[in-house]
């Protein structure tokens, strides 16, 4: 089957960095997906990884490793906005979205 | 205005019930979808379109139907409610196949009683 893991909770403090991690097996892959979801509101898209390495996109960054199903997201100088899920989403090799249930941030001050 | 709108926003209904949640877009995407989402699961899709004559059903269509009356709108019906579709619905929009850049709705949370 296809599955994607995230940890369900994280907390950091303000001005902060912070990692989020992100492990799928897919049936096949093109490309994944970071998206951010504020606490009743609807998902938006943070960035796009289809090759290795690192995407950097302002405070936030994303990497991926296709050998090893993983990813990671980077939050850096965290900020209190920045509370909210995360969600980890990969795209088959049918071109469908498999999504992860989300990691909850938590921003101390 | 929001690219992508649903309604209602949140809707309690009974048992039974027929129950119609709404999008429209003005994104001028021809790709829609319909996604629920509960507490501790990943989004899931229900029923997807890539044009007004094209519907497939998704992951979790059981109990679901949609119908694309044009470009711009996509309704998904639930033809007799139960309660465990309740959930927080999503619509959602994109430019293409190749792009998992998806543009959400606003939501609609339903309870079924």
């Known amino acids: 089957g296809q599955n994607i893991d995230q940890p369900t909770e994280m907390t950091a403090t303000e001005g902060a960095i912070v990692q989020i991690n992100c492990t799928y097996q897919?049936?096949?892959?093109?490309?994944l997906f970071w998206y951010q979801q504020h606490a009743g509101e609807a998902p938006t898209f943070l960035s796009y990884?289809?090759l290795d390495g690192l995407e950097e996109k302002g405070r936030f960054s994303s990497f991926l490793s296709r050998s090893k199903g993983y990813s990671y997201l980077l939050l850096k100088e965290l900020q209190m906005k920045d509370s909210a899920s995360y969600l980890c989403a990969v795209m088959d090799s049918n071109y469908q979205l498999i999504w992860g249930a989300g990691t909850k941030l938590i921003i101390k001050p | 205005d929001a690219d992508v709108t649903q309604t209602p926003r949140n809707r309690i209904t009974k048992t039974g019930k027929r129950i119609m949640l709404e999008c429209s877009q003005t994104?001028?995407?021809?790709?829609m979808y319909w996604y629920r989402q509960d507490p501790g699961l990943g989004l899931r899709l229900i029923y997807y379109?890539?044009?007004?004559?094209?519907?497939n059903k998704g992951e979790i269509s059981d109990g679901y139907s949609v119908s694309r009356q044009a470009q711009a709108k996509f309704s998904l019906s639930l033809e007799s409610a139960i309660p465990n579709q309740t959930a927080l619905y999503f619509c959602a929009t994109s430019a293409n196949r190749d792009t998992g850049e998806l543009f959400f709705g606003e939501g609609s949370r339903l309870t079924v009683l």
């Open positions: 897919t049936s096949g892959f093109n490309g």
């Open positions: 379109s890539f044009d007004v004559k094209d519907i």
């Open positions: 990884n289809v």
């Open positions: 994104k001028g995407h021809d790709r």
